[in-house]
């Protein structure tokens, strides 16, 4: 291997890492055992939470597939790309700022591949509510596999009128 090609490598990796320091955390619910392995990790199904950055009130919980075994403990496993998503409305809807259809709520590396999981968000004005997409895509090519859920914008408590999601759409 050529400098130049240890140079490129490293600084792909470096991007790669910021990249993924930047992304949203979420919250580890739990995690499923699907498959054993001995001596390596098992293969999971992993319950995650998140909450939409720019719209209090609302959180998503989504499971993703986790691969175990040896290239999985050393973190180059090849990640499938099934994904289920659930979406709710946890207390008043707050919206912080416009945002445009399908924005981006939480994205994460998947892969040392250039894979990444995806939430965004769209607004369905007619009908006042909040539609969320879960997906992952690939740098050269994405997955049809896909999880949809939907949050209807309701009144919360005694805090009147419920906000309309069309107001807040920019462009």
Same mark, same amino acid.
């Given at each position: ?7 490129? @490598? ?28 001995? @001596?390596?990790?098992? !293969? ?7 909450? !939409?950055?720019?719209? #209090? ?8 597939? #986790? ?32 945002? #445009? ?35 992952? !895509? ?28 069309? #107001?807040?759409?920019?462009?």
């Amino acid at each position: 291997m050529t400098r130049w090609m240890r140079t490129a @490598l490293f600084a792909g990796f470096a991007a790669l890492a910021a990249m993924s320091a930047a992304a949203q955390e979420p919250d580890a619910i739990f995690k499923k055992s699907t498959v054993w392995k001995f @001596l390596t990790p098992d !293969d999971k199904l992993a319950v995650y939470g998140v909450d !939409d950055p720019d719209v #209090e009130g609302v959180a998503c919980h989504f499971t993703l597939p #986790e691969r175990g075994g040896f290239k999985g403990m050393i973190g180059v496993a090849e990640q499938v790309s099934d994904v289920s998503l659930s979406c709710r409305q946890i207390g008043p809807i707050k919206f912080k700022e416009k945002f #445009e259809q399908g924005a981006v709520v939480f994205r994460q590396s998947r892969s040392v591949f250039f894979k990444k999981v995806q939430i965004v968000r769209g607004c369905d004005a007619k009908r006042n509510v909040l539609v969320y997409l879960v997906y992952t !895509d690939k740098l050269i090519e994405g997955s049809p596999q896909n999880s949809t859920s939907s949050v209807p914008i309701m009144p919360w408590g005694a805090t009147g009128d419920a906000p309309k999601c069309g #107001e807040w759409i920019s462009g």
